[in-house]
């Protein structure tokens, strides 16, 4: 079973709507992490938001914002006041457990590609 | 934020040739860095995982010989594609996690190689 499932092959949105990218995760773990991230055409992988399962309140960065339903294992990302710069494929991602050593194995969703329309 | 390195960002070689691609943590120690290998359009596919000073734990289905992974310092890792075939053309991207900041994967910018 996939432990990130990200069922939005591909979004699109108008230039300053929000949007809403989906997330969902499973693990037995009491204590684990999710990301999101952005990949550009570039390729650079760029950090967006992180939360924690012990956060209680919803983690946010700028116009990011994470949408935590921990009995529904669901963290989608919220986008708001969508702009051009935005498009890119994001990448929903999730560490299990506490690092040993100063590790952890990260698992990626498939990606979900996102247009932004003027 | 953490600035993670990675040279070359592009390279073409011939069929049987080994490429080496390094990773730099420029501005904190490494205590893990994590080699991952894309392919168009689909998602990062995690290969190895190292630990500073100690040998790297492969995913299953990659090849030791294939992929050389070192992991000399706290600063740099290398990734060696060795006897590199047309199959093996992909974007490598490493990320680095440091002790104090293991919430969060700093990435490098990628590497695309092109095998003819």
């Known amino acids: 079973a996939q432990k990130i499932t990200q069922t939005q092959p591909g979004m699109f949105v108008q230039e300053k709507e929000a949007v809403t990218l989906d997330c969902t995760y499973d693990?037995?773990?009491?204590?684990?992490?999710l990301f999101w991230y952005k990949q550009p055409s570039s390729g650079e992988m760029i950090f967006l938001i992180y939360?924690?399962?012990?956060?209680?309140q919803n983690a946010t960065e700028g116009r990011y914002s994470l949408n935590f339903q921990k009995a529904r294992k669901s963290a989608n990302l919220v986008i708001s006041a969508s702009q051009l710069g935005d498009s890119a494929m994001y990448f929903c991602a999730m560490r299990e457990g506490l690092p040993s050593g100063g590790s952890y194995i990260p698992t990626f969703g498939r990606g979900t590609s996102l247009i932004v329309h003027p | 934020g953490a600035v993670v390195s990675q040279h070359p960002s592009r390279v073409i070689c011939k069929s049987g040739t080994s490429v080496k691609i390094e990773c730099r943590s420029l501005d904190f120690q490494a205590t893990t860095m994590f080699w991952y290998r894309q392919f168009p359009k689909q998602s990062l596919m995690l290969m190895a995982t190292?630990?500073?000073?100690?040998?790297?734990?492969?995913e299953q289905g990659v090849e030791k010989d294939k992929f050389l992974i070192n992991h000399a310092s706290l600063t740099l890792s290398t990734l060696t594609v060795t006897s590199a075939h047309p199959e093996d053309s992909s974007f490598y991207i490493c990320s680095a996690t440091s002790r104090t900041a293991y919430n969060e994967q700093f990435f490098g910018p990628g590497t695309r190689l092109t095998v003819l």
């Open positions: 693990t037995s773990d009491q204590s684990y992490g």
């Open positions: 939360q924690g399962s012990y956060d209680e």
């Open positions: 190292s630990n500073e000073g100690s040998k790297a734990t492969y």
